[in-house]
């Protein structure tokens, strides 16, 4: 089942919801809007603080939003219950170019920005000033950063980049962070490591990159409809990587549902499942629906009505309405996936945001 | 107000680019310019013993990602023959391409592409464009979005 809210004409590049699924962030412009989810999404406050469009939006495990624009900044907007509105912290991003990317660290205490300026900008919060500092992840990035992930750890950082490759980092921030547990991404880790640098053969550029719920594995969906996984097995021995071709227009964002199912859609328009460990496409969400739902409406037809709708048919030579986007509920490039309370949420350039039970 | 957008602001840190070098995907290929003639070779002899299949595959298995332009322009004439030949013996090239593997059937888009685009592929404009619409029709539009961002061209 899935239930369609058109927000916007202009494009939704991102959408957020805080972790009880109550409060949406949508992207809108050079603006963010909030939205009260209860049976119908109602708005309930904006926040201006960008002059470029906003890029991406993120709710903290404590509520804190976080927002990064093309005007190379980022803003951290925090409930002030005294004014009663969201009241914006500044954030020291120093970069020179776009800010495309920022997700919040699974604990909230720290957060990253990707950037066209080649940079990953690994940001936490400086008391004493009352701002955001960010340390920079560089080496050896030498493209645009479109997307990153965090490690339920807290500290490895996974980055896609323009040059088709995705590299997985330690973000570890001393006196921040608690040394975290090795891992199969290895056991030391200071800051700007590389754990892991994978690419597959064609090298299409990177739309979206995530962690597995356990970790130990990170899946990315490239510019040349693919979709690759890929298992580290420690020290010493070759990952496991699991590179599948489609025949799909490419997926823009993908998102883990299960130990051994994700969900990916894009360019497509629909959500489809693929499941491990070949990774092959198992379901395409949206079509199912409907192919019950007519089941449904066959089953409760009666003779006298089945032999009106023939008559009709054949009278004015109608034909039941043929769908021209293989039964997507989105009408143009889905741009983010969300999981908010078992559901899977999507939002894309057509302005909607659509929630699927899968 | 200055016009920031013309600010090459690329300048100010010209080390960190990535070169030519650096965007080549890495292939395992230990395939020498030999290899490639002999290649050539057994596609024209599968084409003479009318072995169509066995030829198209072997041609589209070896693609000289790794050679330069004049080594790939002759390998570009020998996919053309193939495929001129194919189409010429066969009035159906469908079931050709069905027995195609995936990868097989993306390097096929790719040199459809690139023969379309040379003096002789668009003489025979018409036949390319057959085995286009066959081979869309049965492999989506998935190839053509990696001939599109596939580093490895031909």
């Not at chain 1, 037809?301 to 009278?315: K, P, T, V």
Request: net charge negative; aromatic share 8%; charged share 20%.
């Amino acid at each position: 089942m899935s239930i369609t809210y058109k927000l916007s004409n202009k494009p939704i590049h991102d959408h957020s919801y805080s972790p009880d699924g109550s409060i949406m962030a949508i992207t809108k412009e050079n603006i963010v809007e909030i939205y009260q989810v209860s049976s119908k999404p109602t708005l309930i406050t904006t926040l201006k603080g960008h002059d470029k469009t906003v890029a991406s939006v993120d709710i903290s495990i404590d509520g804190k939003i976080l927002t990064c624009s093309q005007d190379r900044n980022a803003l951290v907007w925090d409930w002030d219950q005294s004014k009663n509105e969201y009241v914006p912290t500044l954030v020291l991003l120093r970069i020179n170019r776009s800010a495309n990317y920022c997700r919040w660290s699974p604990n909230g205490s720290k957060f990253a920005v990707a950037s066209s300026d080649r940079i990953v900008a690994v940001c936490y919060y400086e008391e004493e000033n009352n701002w955001w500092v960010s340390k920079h992840l560089k080496k050896p990035i030498k493209s645009t950063i479109t997307s990153l992930d965090w490690h339920p750890n807290n500290v490895l950082l996974a980055t896609g980049s323009t040059d088709g490759h995705v590299r997985v980092f330690s973000s570890f921030i001393k006196g921040l962070d608690e040394k975290p547990e090795g891992s199969v991404w290895g056991t030391k880790l200071p800051f700007q490591t590389l754990c892991g640098d994978f690419t597959n053969e064609t090298g299409g550029w990177v739309h979206d990159v995530k962690f597995s719920l356990d970790g130990d594995s990170v899946g990315f969906v490239s510019h040349d409809s693919s979709l690759t996984i890929v298992s580290p097995q420690g020290e010493g021995v070759p990952p496991v990587f699991v590179n599948t071709f489609t025949s799909h227009l490419p997926f823009k964002a993908l998102s883990f549902i299960g130990p051994n199912s994700v969900v990916v859609s894009g360019h497509n328009l629909n959500l489809l499942v693929f499941e491990g460990p070949n990774w092959q496409q198992t379901r395409v969400v949206d079509q199912t629906v409907k192919a019950v739902a007519k089941v449904d409406e066959d089953e409760e037809i009666s003779s006298h009505d089945a032999l009106n709708m023939f008559r009709q048919l054949d009278l004015k030579g109608r034909v039941k309405e043929k769908s021209t986007n293989g039964g997507a509920d989105h009408t143009n490039t889905v741009e983010s996936i969300r999981i908010v309370n078992g559901k899977v949420s999507t939002s894309g350039i057509d302005g909607k945001v659509v929630i699927f039970s899968v | 107000m200055e016009d920031w957008r013309r600010i090459d602001i690329d300048a100010l840190e010209a080390d960190n680019f990535l070169t030519k070098e650096e965007l080549v995907p890495s292939i395992d290929s230990n395939l020498s310019l030999q290899d490639i003639s002999n290649i050539i070779n057994e596609c024209r002899n599968y084409l003479t013993k009318g072995k169509f299949l066995e030829s198209l595959q072997l041609g589209l298995d070896n693609p000289p990602y790794l050679f330069d332009q004049s080594v790939k322009d002759q390998y570009n004439e020998l996919m053309f023959e193939v495929l001129c030949s194919i189409k010429n013996n066969n009035n159906d090239v469908s079931p050709i391409i069905k027995n195609l593997s995936t990868k097989q059937q993306d390097v096929l888009i790719k040199y459809l592409y690139k023969i379309m685009n040379t003096s002789y592929g668009s003489k025979q404009g018409g036949l390319m464009l057959v085995w286009f619409e066959k081979t869309i029709e049965i492999t989506g539009l998935g190839p053509i979005i990696r001939f599109m961002s596939d580093r490895r061209t031909v």
